[in-house]
């Protein structure tokens, strides 16, 4: 129980500030829940969709029909969401992979991509491993300022002309202090790059889903990627990933995915089906409930006197809510408070560690039922200046709540020794 006066004073004070804020999160919550809905309406959803396959998985009802109504709901020509994406770096690299060809130029701007992409592009070189520039793809990035460059991707498009394969964008700031794109941002690039190329813009998706009324596919994105264990599995689906955008670009994502002339075909659902489907189900509601922790995270530290962003009051694009605390120690203090006031694992003290895919130490506090689940309440930062936490989840604003109360309570005991 939480028994600290300050934190009590300053969660009521949040709670009333946001009552509008969190009203707007319930309305888009409720339209995105209505496309849900109809879509399984009109592609008649029923019990046997709901089983799986083994095997080959040939003529997998379930797994069709969620690729139909992933693609609906995603206002994508086809989609394809599967158990077996073992990760959103998995799907990411299908998508890299079933589009670039050796020769290729991946123009990344948003600056440099997400960690984990560091060894599958081969930002430091061709190592034997099997990376993109093993293979003979090429990369260059346009850094960021404050939002996109679009004059710097205007000149890289014209000094790289058509060998430019793929414009790849990351919506959300991954482990870097910059801002999330908006759709309609992701859609500027998407009209500058088809003003002046043939190459496929590619969204990195995670964190994004469902948090504003369409995606970039919307606005003319050719493919967009995620995880299953973020937004669009709602807390239900406890693996899997996710393709979907137009159906050129799908279908060579689809013979990466298995292999050429065989593509979506095949492939066995076994038990996952309905954990997907609930998944998608609850999704909307489970992502409002991660917005409202997140802004109430945002009120509650900036009260305390830490850099957060965005602010409260600020448009969201993703659920990530970053706070800055300078030190290494109040940063700790922070991710154990949230590991304490977690459903799973209250008792497990997080330390920093060498985990694979990372340049740094990183801290890691996810008591989650699913495991790394980001969509659950979980904060996560690498040991390195101006050490920022990644905070983001909640399946729901209740126990995001206690947990957003758990870790200020922490970080005031740590600051008092």
């Given at each position: 129980?939480?028994?600290?006066?300050?934190?009590?004073?300053?969660?009521?004070e949040?709670?009333?500030?946001?009552?509008?804020?969190?009203?707007?999160?319930?309305?888009?919550?409720?339209?995105?829940?209505?496309?849900?809905?109809?879509?399984?309406?009109?592609?008649?959803?029923?019990?046997?969709?709901?089983?799986?396959?083994?095997g080959?998985?040939?003529?997998?009802?379930?797994?069709?029909?969620?690729?139909?109504?992933?693609?609906?709901?995603?206002g994508?020509?086809?989609?394809?969401?599967?158990?077996?994406i073992?990760?959103?770096?998995h799907?990411?690299?299908?998508?890299?992979?079933?589009i670039?060809?050796?020769?290729?130029?991946?123009?990344?701007?948003?600056?440099?991509p997400?960690?984990?992409?560091?060894?599958?592009?081969?930002?430091?070189g061709?190592?034997?491993?099997?990376?993109?520039?093993?293979?003979?793809?090429?990369?260059?990035q346009v850094?960021?300022k404050?939002g996109?460059?679009?004059?710097?991707?205007?000149?890289?498009?014209?000094?790289?002309?058509?060998?430019?394969?793929?414009?790849?964008?990351?919506?959300?700031?991954?482990?870097?202090?910059?801002?999330?794109?908006?759709?309609?941002?992701?859609?500027?690039?998407?009209?500058?790059?088809?003003?002046?190329?043939?190459?496929?813009?590619?969204?990195?998706?995670?964190?994004?889903?469902?948090?504003?009324?369409?995606?970039?596919?919307?606005?003319?994105?050719?493919?967009?990627i995620?995880?299953?264990?973020?937004?669009?599995?709602?807390?239900?689906?406890?693996?899997?990933?996710?393709?979907?955008?137009?159906?050129?670009?799908?279908?060579?994502?689809?013979?990466?995915?298995t292999?050429?002339?065989?593509?979506l075909?095949?492939?066995?659902?076994?038990?996952?089906?309905?954990?997907?489907?609930?998944?998608?189900?609850?999704?909307?509601?489970?992502?409002?409930?991660?917005?409202?922790?997140?802004?109430?995270?945002?009120?509650t530290?900036?009260?305390?006197?830490?850099?957060?962003?965005?602010?409260y009051?600020?448009?969201?694009?993703?659920?990530?809510?970053t706070?800055?605390?300078?030190?290494?120690?109040?940063?700790?203090?922070?991710?154990?408070?949230?590991?304490?006031?977690?459903?799973?694992?209250?008792?497990?003290?997080?330390e920093?560690?060498?985990?694979?895919?990372?340049?740094?130490?990183?801290?890691?506090?996810?008591?989650?039922?699913v495991?790394?689940?980001?969509?659950?309440?979980?904060?996560?930062?690498?040991?390195?200046?101006?050490?920022?936490?990644?905070?983001q989840?909640?399946?729901?604003?209740?126990?995001?709540?206690?947990?957003?109360?758990?870790?200020?309570?922490?970080?005031?005991?740590?600051?008092?020794?």
């Amino acid at each position: 129980m939480i028994t600290n006066e300050k934190i009590l004073k300053i969660t009521e004070e949040a709670e009333e500030k946001l009552d509008k804020i969190f009203k707007q999160f319930d309305k888009t919550a409720y339209k995105n829940t209505v496309k849900i809905m109809e879509a399984f309406s009109c592609h008649r959803v029923d019990e046997s969709c709901l089983k799986g396959t083994t095997g080959y998985g040939y003529g997998d009802k379930g797994r069709d029909t969620l690729d139909e109504i992933w693609a609906e709901v995603f206002g994508a020509e086809r989609a394809f969401v599967r158990h077996n994406i073992v990760s959103g770096t998995h799907a990411l690299t299908i998508g890299l992979f079933g589009i670039l060809r050796p020769g290729d130029i991946m123009l990344s701007v948003t600056g440099k991509p997400y960690d984990t992409l560091d060894e599958v592009i081969g930002i430091n070189g061709a190592d034997g491993t099997g990376s993109l520039a093993d293979f003979g793809v090429e990369y260059r990035q346009v850094d960021m300022k404050g939002g996109v460059d679009l004059e710097g991707v205007k000149n890289a498009l014209s000094e790289y002309g058509q060998r430019v394969k793929m414009v790849f964008i990351q919506r959300s700031k991954g482990y870097m202090n910059r801002k999330t794109l908006s759709c309609e941002e992701i859609g500027e690039v998407v009209k500058l790059t088809k003003s002046m190329s043939d190459a496929f813009v590619v969204v990195d998706n995670c964190y994004g889903e469902f948090v504003e009324e369409c995606e970039p596919t919307a606005y003319g994105a050719d493919l967009i990627i995620g995880s299953l264990i973020k937004n669009p599995g709602g807390g239900m689906a406890e693996t899997g990933g996710y393709l979907a955008g137009t159906a050129k670009a799908v279908e060579l994502c689809s013979y990466r995915f298995t292999c050429p002339g065989v593509g979506l075909e095949c492939g066995a659902s076994l038990d996952q089906n309905k954990n997907m489907y609930r998944g998608l189900f609850y999704a909307p509601h489970t992502v409002a409930a991660s917005l409202k922790t997140a802004a109430l995270a945002a009120y509650t530290f900036e009260k305390l006197g830490y850099e957060v962003s965005p602010r409260y009051d600020e448009d969201r694009h993703d659920i990530i809510q970053t706070i800055q605390f300078l030190a290494k120690e109040p940063l700790c203090a922070f991710c154990r408070g949230i590991q304490a006031g977690s459903p799973v694992d209250a008792y497990v003290t997080p330390e920093p560690w060498d985990m694979p895919g990372y340049s740094d130490e990183v801290i890691m506090a996810a008591g989650t039922f699913v495991s790394g689940a980001s969509i659950e309440l979980s904060a996560d930062a690498p040991i390195r200046a101006p050490y920022t936490a990644f905070f983001q989840g909640g399946l729901t604003y209740e126990s995001g709540k206690y947990g957003i109360m758990t870790s200020a309570e922490y970080l005031l005991k740590e600051l008092e020794k």
